[in-house]
């Protein structure tokens, strides 16, 4: 296996990172669809770098079996994209579609009708995202997943899920973490020629975002969620 060149501390990066103290990072990096910017090219080397950092990310066991398809090629993109649709509609149909969640709470349905709007939008034009990353995982036992409680599996990847996006955010760039087309993994896999052994962890669209003042988000308070000692 090739490891990914370390850039040294007196390399430039490949491009000039946003002024964001360190929380602003944390607190602004967020689902981006609308705001991608489906018309501008991204520098592959960005992408190596984000993904350079990814893998500073911890992982189970240190193992670091995981494995990252980066998708740029559009008779690629599209074929994913159809997949990812026929994925979509069985969502949207869903009763946990996020556009009719909390549909007794007039403030908080506006906002999921606002997220099943942009969700929908993804949708319609995935195979317009320059960038589509797909983070995997290496399976020893041929593939097959552990039954119960899967957390000790994928939680030797989707950290470095997170530090990839975080990486991009502060490069002027936008991500979506999505587990649709998971549905449907089996033909992403063939479509991409992966061997049997390697599992998809979820769907990262990556590209320049349309602006980068992006916001915190409403969440419910801390004290509604919190359990100290007991729940």
């Keep these: 296996m090739a490891w990914l060149r ?6 430039p990066a490949v491009a000039p990172l946003l002024d964001l103290s360190l929380d602003e990072l944390l607190t602004t990096t ?4 609308r705001r991608l910017d489906l018309n501008r090219p991204v520098d592959p080397a960005l992408v190596r770098e984000c993904l350079e950092i990814a893998l500073q990310a911890p992982t189970g066991s240190n193992a670091q079996s995981w494995h990252w398809i980066v ?3 559009p008779d690629q993109r599209a074929r994913i994209a159809e997949v990812y649709g026929r994925a979509f509609d069985a969502y949207r149909r869903s009763p946990g579609f996020a556009g009719r969640l909390f549909a007794a709470d007039p403030e908080r349905s506006a906002v999921q009708r606002r997220v099943g709007d942009s969700a929908e939008y993804l949708a319609e034009h995935l195979d317009q995202v320059p960038v589509l990353v797909l983070p995997c995982l290496w399976i020893r036992a041929g593939g097959r997943l552990p039954e119960g409680n899967q957390a000790s599996t994928w939680g030797s990847l989707l950290p470095a899920v997170w530090n990839y996006m975080l990486a991009a955010r ?3 760039l936008g991500t979506a973490l999505t587990t649709l087309h998971l549905a449907y993994e089996g ?3 063939e479509i991409l020629g992966m061997p049997p052994d390697v599992r998809q962890g979820a769907l990262v ?7 980068t003042d992006f916001s915190r988000a409403r969440r419910r308070p801390l004290e509604e969620v919190l359990h100290w000692d007991e729940w």
């Design 187 to 189: 033909e992403v896999a």
């Design 71 to 73: 998708v740029t090629d």
């Design 205 to 211: 669209p990556t590209a320049h975002t349309v602006g």
């Design 170 to 172: 502060a490069r002027g």
């Design 6 to 11: 370390r850039r040294s501390k007196s390399e």
């Design 30 to 33: 967020r689902t981006v669809r």
